[in-house]
């Protein structure tokens, strides 16, 4: 199993409401990961999770609230988005040893914020 | 420092020809250099990779050039098929111990019959 599996695939919120992204993945990778996709330009890296402990936050406005219940899993909770914030969000997973960043992608939320 | 240069922006090929796609880089720390296949509203996908110590890495269509004296690395997809069309992102690990990957801006290639 190579999967990373994300949830919704599609999502559409108001300004004032609050929702969850959700990310799986059973490849017994340690690593975790949040990016930011706007169309025609590279995935923007917002948060790594490693062995279940957030190791990076890149500057992410706190409307962008992540968890990692466990090893398998990773949320994104949203809150209070702006229309700027619509953008395809993607989950990685990488085994989370130096020698080995192969990271895999699932295949995104499409969130657009009204 | 951080940046990875990729070129062309786009790219049209024939059916059956090779498809060149080139990247560039300054921060010699980069240590893993993978590139990404991403079709439109899919995540990207792993395509292939390769480590500085090795030159050149080939896995079925596709070639990965690396020029460690210059900077750069290039992706080569022989025989290109329609298929093939897809935006592809070089990106570099910023060096050991890190889970970043600074990614190009991205090149669509159109493959037409």
């Known amino acids: 199993d190579t999967e990373v599996t994300q949830t919704p695939k599609h999502l559409v919120m108001g300004m004032t409401n609050k929702k969850s992204l959700k990310c799986e993945q059973h490849?017994?990778?340690?690593?975790m990961y949040w990016y930011k996709q706007k169309a025609k330009k590279p995935p923007e890296l917002m948060f790594v999770?490693?062995?279940?402990?957030?190791?990076i936050n890149e500057s992410v406005p706190s409307r962008f609230s992540p968890e990692c219940p466990n090893s398998s899993l990773l949320n994104l909770h949203l809150h209070a988005l702006q229309p700027e914030d619509s953008a395809l969000y993607l989950c990685?997973?990488?085994?989370?040893?130096?020698?080995?960043?192969?990271?895999?992608f699932g295949q995104g939320t499409r969130l657009t914020v009204v | 420092q951080q940046q990875v240069k990729q070129s062309p922006q786009s790219l049209i090929v024939q059916k059956g020809g090779i498809s060149i796609i080139n990247c560039a880089y300054e921060?010699?720390?980069?240590?893993?250099f993978p590139w990404y296949q991403q079709f439109p509203g899919k995540g990207p996908a792993l395509l292939i990779a390769?480590?500085?110590?090795?030159s050149e890495k080939k896995e079925g269509r596709f070639t990965i050039s690396f020029n460690k004296s210059a900077k750069q690395f290039s992706l080569h997809i022989m025989d290109s098929q329609p298929g093939d069309s897809a935006t592809y992102f070089c990106?570099?690990?910023?060096?050991?111990?890190?889970?970043?990957?600074?990614f190009g801006k991205g090149t669509k290639l159109s493959v037409i019959p």
């Open positions: 921060n010699t720390a980069f240590d893993y």
């Open positions: 490849m017994g990778h340690r690593a």
């Open positions: 999770y490693s062995y279940e402990k957030l190791s």
């Open positions: 390769i480590r500085p110590d090795v």
């Open positions: 990685a997973s990488s085994r989370g040893q130096v020698q080995d960043t192969e990271a895999f």
């Open positions: 990106a570099a690990r910023s060096g050991a111990g890190s889970y970043q990957l600074t």
